[in-house]
Nanobody
Framework: QVDFVESGGGLVQPGGSLRLSCAASARIFKNYAMGWYRQAPEKQRESVANITNGGNINYADSVKGRFTISRDNAKNTVYLQMNSLKPEDTAVYYC????????WGKGTLVTVSS
């Protein structure tokens, strides 16, 4: 059973934008706050942003003002709009519940490079 399917990653130049999508299973999406996480090479996975069912949002300091998280409750999908991308944003991006209580998906690779 696959709980999360992430997509939308790719290679982008510094200053560019990408929009990530995560399709989650309905049983999870409807009951939990959702979050985006990332893991850069040789670094621990970190939280990037999260959003509750009611729309309360939190961002990591490193992405505030550049990234926007949103959710479509009809589609069981959470999005991450990433603008003004920097090389240090290069990572595999994952979604999960806010406290990451389910198994991880495969993620989607974002590479920011000129």
């Amino acid at each position: 059973q696959v709980d999360f399917v992430e997509s939308g990653g790719g290679l982008v130049q510094p200053g560019g934008s990408l929009r990530l999508s995560c399709a989650a299973s309905a049983r999870i999406f409807k009951n939990y706050a959702m979050g985006w996480y990332r893991q850069a090479p040789e670094k621990q996975r970190e939280s990037v942003a999260n959003i509750t069912n009611g729309g309360n949002i939190n961002y990591a300091d490193s992405v505030k003002g550049r990234f926007t998280i949103s959710r479509d409750n009809a589609k069981n999908t959470v999005y991450l709009q990433m603008n003004s991308l920097k090389p240090e944003d290069t990572a595999v991006y994952y979604c999960n519940t806010m406290f990451a209580i389910y198994s991880w998906g495969k993620g989607t690779l974002v590479t920011v490079s000129s």
